[in-house]
């Protein structure tokens, strides 16, 4: 099992990364065939994390490992990180794009014009970055799985979030249209929407989020769905509900219940 995971160096992409090692290390024991053998690449901005992880999971679970310090709004850097992965260990299985960013913006702010531009580029972009360059070898070997990480925040715009809900509605539509252009070719598309997951990213929410459920818990559910080539899927499943809600509500609904919702913070952010 070959594994691609952007964002990889903490919260979701870390826990999926020790989640998928914990698997692979479980499915070894088991039947001892070396066939069994994982290989998860990482992909994140910071090498020290990654050089981190990579050897904590080593140690743990024994699973080979491949670093790539990377910005994926650079396409180019992808484009190498995926040839020499793909080089090295054959087309993966499984291409998970995480790598994500969440920040207060107000458009009438005009020094939020230029986070406006970087959500966008890393939420939207750097999933079509992450994406492309794996899709040839995908078709070649007849199999493969897309996963995008998008967000329940994508399913109707939320004050304070508008760059953040802009993308990954985004993010939904464009994992839709990629999902009905790879059918034909055997490569699943996967959408995983989470709600509030317990990660570095909301830490610094400062208002309730109902349903918080801890990354490593996340994790168990996103590989379970991704094994199972569900389509789309809110993780967790209360949100699932509260989604569906959210779609039905009437717009003038819609504007009543938000105009005294908490807005994220407008401060100064980092990215995975």
Not at 94 to 103: F, K
Not at 234 to 242: E, K, N, R, S, T
């Amino acid at each position: 099992m070959n594994i691609f995971i952007t964002g990889a160096s903490s919260g979701i992409g870390e826990a999926l990364a020790h989640e998928y090692a914990k698997q692979s290390s479980l499915m070894r024991g088991a039947n001892s065939m070396p066939e069994s053998r994982t290989v998860i690449g990482l992909a994140a901005r910071r090498i020290e994390p990654l050089q981190k992880l990579a050897a904590d999971l080593h140690a743990q679970y024994q699973v080979t490992c491949a670093i790539y310090p990377l910005d994926v709004r650079n396409s180019a850097a992808l484009q190498a990180a995926a040839a020499d992965f793909i080089q090295n260990f054959g087309a993966p299985n499984i291409v998970i794009a995480n790598a994500g960013v969440s920040r207060g913006t107000l458009t009438e702010h005009k020094e939020d014009i230029s986070a406006f531009q970087a959500v966008m580029d890393i939420n939207v972009m750097g999933m079509v970055h992450t994406f492309q360059p794996f899709i040839a070898s995908m078709k070649a070997a007849g199999q493969g799985q897309l996963v995008g990480v998008a967000s329940v925040a994508g399913i109707r715009g939320l004050p304070g979030a508008g760059a953040y809900s802009a993308s990954k509605a985004a993010a939904i539509s464009y994992l839709e249209s990629l999902r009905v252009e790879m059918v034909r070719d055997n490569i699943a598309v996967t959408t995983i929407a989470p709600g509030y997951i317990r990660t570095p990213m909301t830490a610094v929410n400062d208002y309730k989020m109902p349903f918080l459920m801890d990354s490593d818990v996340f994790a168990h559910k996103f590989a379970g769905a991704v094994k199972n080539k569900r389509r789309f899927v809110v993780i967790p499943w209360q949100m699932g509900i509260v989604a569906r809600l959210m779609r039905l509500i009437p717009p003038f609904l819609w504007d009543l219940a938000m105009k005294k919702a908490p807005h994220k913070k407008r401060i100064d952010w980092d990215w995975l």
